[in-house]
């Protein structure tokens, strides 16, 4: 592997992104089964000097998940940069400077759709150069599917723990949309009267919504922060487009720079589905 690399060399190794999924995919595996396996029985110990009640939520599934996956990226890679959502004791191993950033959130919406169950939650974890995802990998535990991806060679799904096959965005069907949990509720109104059925999601999973069995679309949309959709949250949409799907924010493709502000993320299967989206959003008055 990359562990005797420096960090500049490291992202100049074409086999970087293929090597890194090829090392995380089993961890990622595990760390969905830990979250699933603790799910119903951990309690959330909010952060303290979070601003909100969301960011703060945290549980011991997090952590151990956080681990599962950093144990791995630390034997491999330690010339990393680390950007991880919580402070476990494999983080102060890693790198401060280099061209490569990882990117971890162990569970991607603890509090309502891990603690509360009110829709999919996602683990995740993306390899970033120079600002730029190049691999990708998200777990839905409760579905049992992981997909990952690298830059320019396609998509992966695994389901079940089963091995990994290319994803076929022409098999998906259902008209199910994942939505951001606070979209406002003319833009849910909108998609329904399309007959769409809307259900509120992690931006994790909303990320690979098209994916999903069962669902043809995602729409995220942040407007607390003005930086948009989070760096975490922007991890799933490298799967999502190497599987063909359009990814977009809201009315441009959607940057692939991982700090470029947009405050929304819109995937969907066809460009029916995408003007939809688009339909909702335009309901929605600051």
């Known amino acids: 592997m990359l562990t005797d690399l ?10 970087f992104p293929s090597d890194f999924v090829r090392a995380l995919a089993p961890a990622l595996q595990q760390a969905a089964s830990i979250a699933r396996s603790l799910e119903g029985r951990v309690s959330n110990r909010p952060k303290l000097g979070e601003v909100t009640e969301a960011k ?35 983080v102060s191993h890693f790198s401060e400077s280099g061209d490569a950033l990882v990117v971890i959130d162990p569970i991607d919406g603890t509090l309502r759709f891990y603690l509360e169950g009110s829709g999919p939650y996602a683990v995740m974890i993306g390899l970033a150069i120079r600002e730029r995802y190049e691999a990708s ?6 579905e049992q599917l992981c997909f990952d991806a690298v830059r320019g060679r396609g998509a992966r799904v695994s389901e079940k723990d089963a091995a990994a096959k290319p994803v076929a965005l022409g098999e998906a069907t259902g008209n199910r ?4 949990h606070n979209l406002p509720s003319s833009a849910v109104e909108r998609l329904e009267d399309h007959g ?10 909303i990320s690979v919504a098209p994916l999903i069995p ?12 003005p930086e948009g959709v989070s760096i975490r949250g922007r991890i799933g949409a490298l799967i999502s487009a190497e599987a063909g799907a359009l990814v977009m924010g809201a009315t441009a493709p959607f940057t692939p720079e991982i700090r470029t502000p947009a405050p929304a993320l819109l995937i969907a299967t ?5 003007a939809h989206l688009r339909d909702a959003l335009s309901t929605i008055h600051d």
């Open 6 to 15: 420096l960090p500049n060399t490291a992202v100049q190794n074409t086999s």
């Open 56 to 90: 703060a939520a945290l549980t011991v599934a997090d952590t151990a998940s956080q681990e599962a996956l950093l144990t791995p990226l630390l034997a491999h890679f330690p010339q990393v940069k680390l950007e991880a959502e919580e402070d476990t004791p494999s």
């Open 137 to 142: 990998l998200v777990a839905l535990p409760r």
């Open 177 to 180: 949309i994942l939505v951001s």
């Open 196 to 205: 769409y059925e809307v259900t509120a999601a992690s931006g994790g999973a």
């Open 214 to 225: 069962g669902v043809c679309a995602g729409l995220r949309l942040v407007r607390e922060n």
């Open 270 to 274: 066809n460009e029916h589905i995408l």
